[in-house]
């Protein structure tokens, strides 16, 4: 279990940055290069890079070299352990809310029935 929220602390906070949040969600539509990727960013290439060697080291994305090309890919079951986290907790807020629905039902029909 620690390791498993390690790699959870890891991927929330890779993903914490804006930035980064921004190249998931180019590279959730396909693969692309690092010139493509830091296009719309107003910052230095190497600052850039830093944000993809973070996503790379969370494990959300792989890069491989093509001739003088670096091309990045999303890594499709990175979020996996995040997305199951989130669902898990999920259930339990959902039946914490449930549970405060049904109170105030029942104390509202206590005060109508006064």
């Excluded at 999303?74 to 914490?96: F, G, I, K, V, Y």
């Excluded at 509202?108 to 029935?113: E, I």
């Amino acid at each position: 279990m620690p390791n498993e929220n390690q790699s959870i602390d890891v991927t929330f906070s890779a993903l914490s940055d804006p930035t980064r949040r921004a190249v998931v969600q180019t590279l959730s539509r396909g693969p692309a290069t690092v010139s493509e990727l830091a296009g719309p960013f107003a910052m230095a290439l190497p600052s850039f890079t830093q944000h993809l060697g973070v996503l790379e080291n969370a494990g959300l994305i792989v890069s491989k070299k093509a001739g003088r090309t670096r091309i990045c890919s999303l890594n499709p079951t990175a979020l996996q352990d995040a997305e199951d986290w989130l669902a898990s907790h999920r259930r339990e807020w959902e039946n914490r809310s449930d549970r405060l629905v049904a109170y105030l039902a029942k104390t509202r029909k206590g005060k109508s029935n006064d």
